[in-house]
Every structure is written in C-alpha cells, then in structure tokens.
C-alpha cells in the first residue's frame, strides 16, 4: 500500500518560514519524481516545485528564490523549505510522486499565511 504524508504545515506570518515534509512508503522512492503542489480555495492545483530522482529541480515562477525543494532518498522524504513566505501562498500542499504511468498524492498539508 503506497502512502504519502506530508507534515509541517501551519500558520505563519507572513515573512516566516515553513519547511514541509513529505515522508513515502510502499514504493521504490529513489526511482521517483517528487513534486509538491498546492491549490488554494476557489483556484486549481497547480504545481509548487519538482525534484527527478536524480536531484534537477524545477520551481513555479512565483516562488523561485523563496522555496526549495530536497530529497533524503535513505529517509524515503521529500521537502519544501518555504522562507519570506506571502498571503499568497495560503493553500492545501500536497506531495505528489510520479513514475512513468504511476502516480499517488498525499493527503495535503494547510499552510496559511497571515498578513
């Protein structure tokens, strides 16, 4: 049974920091690209950060220079460090893991922002 669960999400004001986490099982996680999306009330889920399994990371516009994103393949997690984090960033993370056909989402984190 493949699970994905994120932790770490909360409420911060804005200008702090979060760091997600995003801890697998029941897969092979070092074959897989790890993603973290998040999708805020009234708007479509869209893609935060990626990592391949061999470490590129790709990041939305809007949070390049303020998120990154890791793998500790030994630890089987992903993360999302969030710094000088905005009201805008106030959504539902979830951790997604893909490979080939095979993909699973996590159940979501709530990160809200406040100003």
């Known amino acids: 049974q493949v699970q994905l669960v994120e932790s770490g999400g909360g409420l911060v004001q804005a200008g702090g920091s979060l760091r997600l986490s995003c801890s697998a099982s029941?897969?092979?996680?070092?074959?897989?690209?790890m993603a973290w999306y998040r999708q805020a009330p009234g708007k479509q889920r869209e893609l935060v950060a990626g990592?391949?399994?061999?470490?590129?990371?790709n990041y939305a516009d809007s949070v390049k220079g303020r998120f990154t994103i890791s793998r500790d393949n030994a630890k089987n997690t992903v993360y999302l460090q969030m710094n000088s984090l905005k009201p805008e960033d106030t959504a539902v993370y979830y951790c997604h893991a893909k490979q080939l056909q095979l993909f699973y989402w996590g159940q979501g984190t709530q990160v809200t922002v406040s100003s």
């Open positions: 029941g897969i092979i996680f070092s074959i897989f690209t």
């Open positions: 990592i391949t399994s061999g470490g590129s990371t």
